[in-house]
């Protein structure tokens, strides 16, 4: 959380890793509980690696004054899977376009300054079939390519969904189709 004041105005900015949008519903509808006397509750957020996957709101703010320059502040540090909410208590001075912009980026890059950015490995999802005999070898390869288990059922066969880093795609690719009776399907 950071706090910014201009004029009277009170701008907290509150910073989220973010997975989906079905999380943001929820962050935004409990900081609307917390702050029901703000006038504005402000935000932008980016998921995935594409850069296509965002979105940004002013909130009855005049436009572009608010969630994009939120936006920008997320990706000057190049951040994804993020979401900022800017909460706003009108002080009674208008600060005019100029001054929403540096309140909002302001406030938004003190609350990204204050929070540590944790790397993740971009990885890509595949299922594994394969006979119970085989699950050594296949936790063997999983562990040594740092591959991420999703999901893990077992019944007469076992059947895995893993997250593969994509820096190690390949290699852990070539190793579990050496084992030839696994079964190898990308998700």
Do not use: W
């Not at 009855?60 to 994804?80: M, V, W, Y």
């Not at 540096?102 to 890509?124: F, G, H, R, W």
């Amino acid at each position: 959380m950071a706090e910014y004041k201009d004029k009277g105005s009170r701008f907290i900015a509150y910073a989220y890793p973010l997975k989906d949008a079905e999380d943001f519903k929820k962050i935004l509808l409990g900081l609307k509980k917390e702050h029901p006397k703000a006038v504005h509750h402000c935000f932008a957020y980016r998921i995935g690696t594409d850069g296509n996957n965002f979105r940004v709101s002013d909130d009855k703010e005049p436009s572009g004054s608010a969630g994009k320059p939120i936006l920008n502040a997320i990706d000057s540090r190049q951040l994804t899977n993020v979401l900022i909410v800017v909460v706003r208590y009108f002080g009674g001075t208008l600060l005019g376009v100029p001054g929403l912009i540096n309140a909002y980026k302001s406030t938004a890059a003190m609350a990204l300054q204050l929070v540590p950015a944790i790397q993740y490995p971009i990885e890509i999802n595949y299922q594994l079939q394969f006979d119970y005999t085989m699950m050594n070898e296949v936790m063997m390869i999983v562990k040594h390519f740092n591959c991420s288990v999703l999901k893990h059922e077992s019944q007469l066969f076992n059947v895995l969904e893993i997250g593969i880093p994509k820096a190690k795609l390949k290699e852990a690719l070539d190793k579990l189709k050496e084992l030839h009776t696994v079964e190898v399907k990308k998700l």
